[in-house]
């Protein structure tokens, strides 16, 4: 089986669909959304076509798309294609119970020897100023201090580190 554009074009190998079909594939994940946009206009087209595909018979997949943005802008380009998503803005975190959490399971995930306590009140405080709430930038600052805690031999993450983090994230 091959998904087909109209002019006939195979967008999606036998192979591909049937690995799809086979291993009862229900979603994609796909990061960088945006940069659907970072080919000529054709290969955008095809992308596009793709996908509507994708979320139609006989595979009516759900695509989860991560990106800036401008990947709304590949959504929205085609009508049809634009109904069949739904674009949900994450907003950066504030400084709450759920950010905390995150902070505390972050840290969870962090291989370090001591406890850090990410998710006590200054160091709350800290990476969000540092961070402006945006996860990627959470997660880039904690990474680089607790890199700057392994080769420290500190093995945990202080507020200096993350100071450290922020101004030299790849000083370590």
Known sequence: MSIRLELGKSILSKDVAAFIQAQGIVAIVIDEFH?????????QLKNLSLLKALTGAPFYLSIIGLGTKSARNALTYDEQLARRFH??????????????????????????????????????????????????????????????????????????????????????
Request: aromatic share 8%; charged share 25%.
């Open 35 to 43: 940069e659907l946009l970072l080919v000529p206009k054709n290969e």
């Open 87 to 172: 674009i949900q803005e994450l907003l950066p975190w504030s400084m709450d119970d759920d950010f905390r959490s995150f902070l505390a399971t972050l840290e969870k995930h962090v291989a370090l020897k001591h406890e850090s306590h990410l998710h006590q009140e200054d160091f709350v405080r800290l990476i969000h100023y540092h961070s402006d709430g945006t996860m990627d930038n959470v997660v880039k600052i904690v990474k680089a201090a607790a890199i700057y805690a392994i080769t420290t031999g500190q093995e945990r993450i202080t507020k200096d580190l993350i100071e450290k983090a922020v101004v030299d994230p790849w000083g370590y």
